[in-house]
């Protein structure tokens, strides 16, 4: 029986065995990637190219459009290329990678979420001290104070989790390495990564979602006040595609980490990983650019200038 000290690779199981659905798998994965990066690359390009988009809002959005194009490269780009290659290997070093690397960018993904419904409660329900609470210094400082807490946040996890010895089997039934799949190949005593694992998603995630309901419902109330017309509908529509974002993220990292690693995988497991490995870095360009005015006259007014210096 192998173990974490002598196994070199893992097998990753994709959608389907069928050469056809693999394409289709592999085709499909490519069309999401290319739409994610594009609309996160042109939402960096414009936010820092308009100088009018440099605030406290757009640079939190600017950081996560940079921070989704490298979340979803963490995954996606392996998988089609195992499901055209029909090779489902992967290096226990690229593994360690991977897991690392994705529970970073989650951990990072969710404070940039949280941050930005602190700043819409700020600018909405405390306008007057907008520019003092949120100002560049204190946006710089949450920026760094999360990728350095994500950093340790991730090392510790990962660590954690091969430090177990693998030996009932080298197969994860996932489209990548995630810390949930690989405590189901662990021969070792995984209560300790369980309980760990359990009691940091529900302190961290749920205290996130916490302050983001609790900033949303201030909000809210605040809103609810003004008149009716184009301000009160302005801020829901903001707000709303926010939450909802946040509730497919949260809710599918709550039934991937959380369910008891004895269950055995099923399809669903590998669906609900997608919504929150895949979905919102897709998303959310969607909801901040098509959903935003400021952020498409921006847009127009950029091309119009490369037009015209390419007419010149």
Known sequence: MANSTTMTGFLLIGFSDVWELQVMHAAFFALMYLLTLTGNFLIVVVTTLDKSLHTPMYFFLRNLSILDACYISVTVPNSCLNSILGSNTISKAGCVTQVFLVVFCAYVELLFLTFMAHDRYVAICQPLHYTVIMNSRVCVQMTLASILSG??????HTGNTFRL????????HQFFCDIPSLLKLSCSDTLSNEITLFASALVFCGGCFIFIIRSYIHIFSTVLKFPKGVDRVKAFSTCIPHILV???????IFYVYLRPPDISPTIQDVVFTVFY?????LLNPIIYSLRNEQLKSASRKIMQKVFKSRNL
């Open 246 to 252: 946040m509730s497919v993220f949260l809710s599918s």
């Open 277 to 281: 490995s895949i979905i919102p870095p």
């Open 165 to 172: 010895s693998f030996c009932h089997s080298n197969v994860i």
């Open 151 to 156: 950093i340790v946040y991730a090392a510790l």
